[in-house]
Every structure is written in structure tokens, then in C-alpha cells.
């Protein structure tokens, strides 16, 4: 994927309305466009909230496993908390972009842990 292709994936990210539901929801949608918009090809997901741990992982090629993490970014949204972490690349380089992606991806998870903890306490309060 060119540079500008993923430039334009984050502008899509950044006007989606976040219909996602659940904690899992969250997490497999995150590791699913890290996986995608980085070089890495492979990332993980941990969240841990009020309602339970969350791990997940996306490997765009199955055939490679999970290689040492080199690349992280922490979430902390209410009550939860976790990591985003990236595989290193098969070429063993990140790349700026790469680390631009991933925390545009960690904010954008906070951003709907944020959304979803409104939504719960806001049907509990009903």
C-alpha cells in the first residue's frame, strides 16, 4: 500500500462514525488497521476494562508469525487501559509513518473506548 493510500485509509479512520459495540469489537477493528495501514503486517491488541480483558491479533500474512514487538503505543481511555503493538516488519524496519499510523490507531481506540463507556453509562443511568 503507497504512502498516500494509507494517508488516505487515516482520513477515512478519522470521519467514521464508530458504530462498534463492544471492547472486542474495538480491539479486532484496531488490530485489523494496524495490520493493514503498516508495514508490519501483524498487530496486537490488549485491552483491559471494567467489563473484562480483551487480546487480539491481525496477521495479514499467516504464514509469518509473531516476530519481538519493537513498536508500541498505550491506550487509556475511563477504566481501560492497554497496548498496541506491531510485529517488525519482514525487512526489520519501521518506518516514520509506521509509528504515525499506530498512534493515530491508539488515539482512535481511546476515542471509542471513550464513546462506549458513554453509551453504557448512559443506558445504566435509564
Known sequence: MSDSARLLAVAELLVDDGRVATLGE???????????LTRAGHAR????????AVVTECPMNTERGWAPSQLEASISAGGTTGIIA?????????????????????????????????????????
Not at 26 to 36: G, M, N, P, Q, T
Not at 45 to 52: A, E, K
Open 26 to 36: 474495538i480491539a479486532d477493528a484496531a488490530a485489523a488497521l494496524a495490520a493493514r
Open 45 to 52: 491488541v490488549s485491552l483491559v476494562g471494567p467489563s473484562g
Open 86 to 126: 506491531l510485529a517488525e516488519p519482514a525487512d526489520g524496519a519501521f518506518s516514520d509513518l509506521d509509528e504515525s499510523m499506530l498512534d493515530i490507531i491508539a488515539r482512535r481506540i481511546e476515542s471509542q473506548v471513550s464513546a462506549l463507556d458513554l453509551r453504557q453509562s448512559g443506558s445504566q443511568a435509564s
